[in-house]
């Protein structure tokens, strides 16, 4: 079953003089479960099809389609509400909110959504657990290390039960330990409760673990390979 | 969700404790010299209210309607029973001095000269002016007494002395003629020097049997227990009197020491204008960099799914916060300070002293205590916080999440 349905996707800047074709005409569908890595040198138009693809960014041509929401034909205020209720978010910089317990940040999602405190809580724990982090549930960002981090950020990006996660180059900023247990969380995720996972990467440890892999140039898909 | 935005606003504003600090700081000082500012404009002017009533007029006097325009000694009217039962009914009211006034010529020998002659109740009269305090030679009157009080200078232009025969002439009520003689029984030097030329006082019946006007009175003068009584005293009365007599307020007879106290007021304002101004901006620059190093964990926010509105909701509640931190902690000094002040006014030597004390003033720097005071301030920097907070709620609507993300 498809989650995402992209047709013939286009995304042009016209910020400065010239033109700049971010994204061209770009065709897939992604199916639920999948654990797809989107790479390309530096200025392939990863960031900018991600983007579009988390509702974050309007298409110049071509449609989104999410489960049954034409993502691209949403306003601005409901575009927020269903980022909330449909993806998953985790950041290079891991960017989770600096005043907020590891617990509180993961739990800011699911309070978005109005959830009762009750479950809030039993989820907030479940999910860090999850993540190896049941013991640092009350810490503070600034007493984590950016390994751990990352998985608090993955944990806040599951809260919400998302169709799907959208990763930025989740692993740019982690050292090599970091990075494999991260990798091996998302992977455990996907495998075990099917949660769909799309990267944008240029981490080769990433690729590897990856079970598809979209190449990216000029705005343009070059390769879109599936592994057994 | 309200309770975890205000928790949220209330851990951002601290995250720069420094800078949250300093903000508090100016709005603390703020508050607390604004309050002393008000505090002591409210004390000096409520003193020089009670100096203004207290040397003649009074808070508010009842006339005979036409009496303000003409000054007429036809324009009387009698205190009746029923009159004086509603003025003394008013629970507000303090005193009631009853007084008779008019245009006199006064001669002794070759020398004559025309003044006011105010016909008083003298132990009441006293009581409100302290007209006995400025009688400088011979004695102040007593109740049944014959003679007259004189203004310094008058008494030097008729050049007479405390013992002489004063001859008065004027016009009686309705045509009557008046004339009399009255022994000097005292002369008066008042502080204002305009009232040393043509003031004369002598007893309310004598003045009645001098202008033939027996049993009545140019004007009640009514003194009330606290300032903030005169216009209730004033709309009771004249609703209660209806259009047969006029009531008129100390501030509407001497409309220049109200322009005084409003120009004054003026000045004061500009003032405090200025200090909140300068604590506005300190608020407003807080404000600026609390967004800008913000700019993408707000953009985040916002992608992750916070509904821009409870986001600017948040900013608000932190512009707010820092603004109600630094006026809690301004009441907190300076209500007792305040209120120190007001039971021990500051007091003033050598020149200035003797100034205040010539005009019949205590030589004091006075301050009010009126609420207003303090709950003015709370009003303002409300106002500036409200004001400030337009700046990131704008910032929140006009967000580009991608942009942020980027920065």
């Given amino acids: ?228 | 969700m309200a309770n975890s935005e205000l928790k949220l606003a209330w851990r951002n504003i601290w995250r720069n404790k420094r800078r949250t600090l300093i903000t508090v700081a100016s709005i603390y000082f703020g508050v607390i010299l604004s309050t002393l500012m008000t505090s002591m404009q409210n004390g000096t002017y409520s003193k020089m209210i009670d100096n203004v009533v207290s040397f003649y007029s009074g808070y508010v006097q009842i006339h005979h309607p036409d009496y303000w325009e003409t000054k007429s000694i036809d324009d009387l009217f009698v205190p009746t029973d029923s009159l004086m039962e509603i003025v003394s009914g008013n629970k507000d009211v303090d005193m009631i001095i009853p007084r008779m006034e008019s245009f006199a010529l006064m001669s002794y020998g070759n020398n004559t000269k025309g003044g006011m002659l105010i016909g008083v109740d003298p132990p009441k009269e006293n009581e409100l002016t302290r007209l006995g305090h400025w009688v400088s030679k011979g004695k102040y009157l007593e109740p049944d007494d014959d003679g007259i009080l004189m203004a310094v200078n008058l008494a030097k232009a008729l050049n007479v002395q405390i013992g002489d025969t004063i001859a008065l002439i004027s016009q009686g009520y309705h045509g009557y003629s008046a004339s009399g003689l009255f022994p000097l029984k005292g002369i008066l030097e008042f502080p204002f020097p305009a009232m040393n030329n043509f003031g004369t006082y002598i007893t309310l019946n004598k003045a009645r049997e001098f202008f033939s006007a027996l049993e009545m009175v140019t004007s009640l003068v009514l003194t009330v227990d606290d300032y903030d009584d005169v216009y209730p005293v004033k709309h009771h009365l004249e609703g209660s009197l209806g259009d047969n007599y006029s009531v008129m307020t100390w501030d509407e007879m001497d409309p220049v020491t109200k322009q005084m106290i409003e120009g004054d007021k003026g000045q004061g304002i500009i003032m405090k204008g200025i200090l909140y101004i300068l604590i506005g901006f300190g608020v407003f620059s807080t404000v600026i960099m609390m967004i800008a190093e913000r700019r993408k964990e707000l953009g985040v926010m916002v992608a992750v799914g916070m509904n821009k509105l409870k986001l600017a909701k948040v900013l608000f509640y932190e512009t707010m916060l820092i603004g109600m931190v630094g006026v809690i902690a301004g009441f907190a000094m300076s209500v007792p300070l305040v209120w120190g002040l007001v039971n021990s006014p500051i007091p003033l030597t050598g020149e200035v002293a003797e100034v205040y004390e010539q005009f019949g003033m205590e030589p004091a720097i006075y301050f009010g205590n009126d609420p207003m005071v303090f709950w003015g301030q709370l009003l303002i920097v409300f106002a500036i916080t409200l004001l400030v907070s337009i700046y990131p709620l704008s910032k929140i609507l006009r967000l580009q999440v991608t942009k942020a993300l980027r920065s």
């Fill in chain 1, 1 to 228: 079953m498809n989650v995402i349905e992209v047709k013939n996707l286009s995304k042009i800047y016209n910020d400065s003089e010239v033109k700049v074709h971010a994204v061209q005409g770009i065709d897939l569908a992604i199916q639920e479960g999948e654990f797809t890595a989107i790479v390309g040198p530096s200025g392939c138009g990863k960031t900018t099809f991600l983007n579009m693809l988390g509702g974050l960014d309007q298409p110049t041509e071509g449609s989104i389609r999410v489960g049954e929401t034409m993502v691209n034909d949403l306003k601005s205020s409901e575009l927020i509400d269903f980022r909330l209720h449909n993806i998953g978010f985790v950041f290079q910089a891991y960017n989770l909110i600096p005043v907020l317990t590891a617990k509180e940040n993961v739990e800011f999602i699911m309070q978005l959504q109005g959830k009762s405190k009750e479950e809030r809580d039993k989820r907030a724990i479940s999910l860090l657990t999850e993540v190896g982090l049941g013991d640092r549930v009350d810490a503070r960002p600034s007493r984590l290390s950016g390994g751990q981090q990352q998985r608090v950020a993955v944990a806040r990006a599951l809260a919400s039960k998302p169709k799907f996660v959208l990763a930025d180059e989740p692993t740019a900023n982690l050292d090599s330990t970091s990075t494999e247990t991260l990798l091996d969380i998302m992977e455990r995720l996907n495998r075990e409760e099917n949660i769909t996972f799309i990267f944008s990467t240029h981490d080769a440890r990433v690729v590897n673990k990856a079970r598809r892999v979209i190449q990216l140039e000029d705005g343009k898909i070059i390769k879109d390979e599936r592994k057994a």
